[in-house]
Structure formats: structure tokens, C-alpha cells
T-cell receptor
């Protein structure tokens, strides 16, 4: 069974540019989560999809961040326009419905210069 | 709201030393508790979990016991190896008002020297 995959593994962009991160969850996992770790601090929740619907987006920092999950499969997280403080590692995780155990992808390291 | 606090790092130990990484939590209801590990250059991996009070999670020689009376979930290993060098994250999920998202501590970096 393939694990959670994320693309790209690393992205370097200039302030004001746009970046789109992609996450492919484990097949059959209806829950999909996005998290972010900034500058060695704790990993913080961004949002949670159940299938294609946003269940909880309370962790999204502001309206420069837009997440979608087309057809309940893969998800994208767009940052537009990027700011310096958006730098960090963005993790995606997935799980079955009703299960708290989440499986994580390798993360995307975003550097905004 | 719910929160997790874990001991500051980095922690540096010699091989075969005893490891304890403290983790305490604040939560309403009955959350599940987890330890995740991130090895250098890799993603987060679930190390162990416990879903109710007094449960003991264990894996790869690591153990942690869900202590509701002290709201703790300390990670222990009797004899660490160089290959255990990684960042360890304590986390909780569930409990009242939680839709399943994980709430993490700040992470503890462990370095094991030969």
C-alpha cells in the first residue's frame, strides 16, 4: 500500500509569488489533514477534509491560504501571495473515518525569500 | 483549549543510556495520546499510541503510559541506540470538541552518541 505522498519536496519562492502544494493521501482514507511546522516550533493544524468537504479550517492563518480536495482524492494547498512568515514545513496526513491514527507524508519544505 | 507540553531539547545521551522525554497534556474528555518520531530527512512516523487511561503503548523498545491522574504520557526507553537519534513529538487527538486533528507538543530533539 502506497503511503501519503507530497509534492514538491522543497520549494523556494520569492515574497509575493504563488505556490501550490499537493498531497495524495493513502487510497481509501476519507480524512485528510494539513499541518505546518514553522522554524522548529510545534506542528500546528491547518485544516481537515472529510472526503471533499472542509470539516475544520480553524487553523488556516489567513485568506492567502486556499485548500481544495478535488473529488475527495488528492488535495492542494495554495499560498497566494506568499509572505516570509509562510516559510516552514507543510505536512499532509490521512486516516480512515473514525480513526485517530494518522499517517503522514514526508512534508514540503517551503522557503519564502 | 487542548494543549500538549513536552520537555525542552535537545537531549544528548550516550548509547545504552536510559531515556525519558516528559509530556503532559491539557484536555477535556478522553483524548487519545500519541508519540510520533521524525528521523533525519524523513517524514513523521507513528511510534506508539494509547487510547484510554492506564493503557501502555510500546514499540521498538519505547514505552509510554497514559496517566490520567497526572495528565502525562512520558516516553521511555531503557537503552537508546545511535539510530534513535531523531525528533520526538507528543500529540493528542479526540476528547471534547476535537474533530480528530492532532495537537502537538513542540518536539524534542534526541541525539545519541556512540
Amino acid at each position: 500500500e502506497a503511503g501519503v505522498t507530497q509534492f514538491p519536496s522543497h520549494s523556494v519562492i520569492e515574497k509575493g509569488q504563488t505556490v501550490t502544494l499537493r498531497c495524495d493521501p493513502i487510497s481509501g482514507h476519507d480524512n485528510l489533514y494539513w499541518y505546518r511546522r514553522v522554524m522548529g516550533k510545534e506542528i500546528k493544524f491547518l485544516l481537515h477534509f472529510v472526503k471533499e468537504s472542509k470539516q475544520d479550517e480553524s487553523g488556516m492563518p489567513n485568506n492567502r491560504f486556499l485548500a481544495e480536495r478535488t473529488g475527495g482524492t488528492y488535495s492542494t494547498l495554495k499560498v497566494q501571495p506568499a509572505e516570509l512568515e509562510d516559510s516552514g514545513v507543510y505536512f499532509c496526513a490521512s486516516s480512515h473515518l473514525g480513526v485517530h491514527e494518522q499517517y503522514f507524508g514526508p512534508g514540503t519544505r517551503l522557503t519564502v525569500t | 483549549g487542548n494543549s500538549v507540553t513536552q520537555m525542552e531539547g535537545p537531549v544528548t545521551l550516550s548509547e545504552e543510556a536510559f531515556l525519558t522525554i516528559n509530556c503532559t497534556y491539557t484536555a477535556t474528555g478522553y483524548p487519545s495520546l500519541f508519540w510520533y518520531v521524525q528521523y533525519p530527512g524523513e517524514g513523521l512516523q507513528l511510534l506508539l499510541k494509547a487510547t484510554k487511561a492506564d493503557d501502555k503503548g510500546s514499540n521498538k523498545g519505547f514505552e509510554a503510559t497514559y496517566r490520567k491522574e497526572t495528565t502525562s504520557f512520558h516516553l521511555e526507553k531503557g537503552s537508546v541506540q545511535v539510530s534513535d537519534s531523531a525528533v520526538y513529538f507528543c500529540a493528542l487527538s479526540g476528547g471534547s470538541g476535537n474533530t480528530g486533528k492532532l495537537i502537538f507538543g513542540q518536539g524534542t530533539t534526541l541525539q545519541v552518541k556512540p
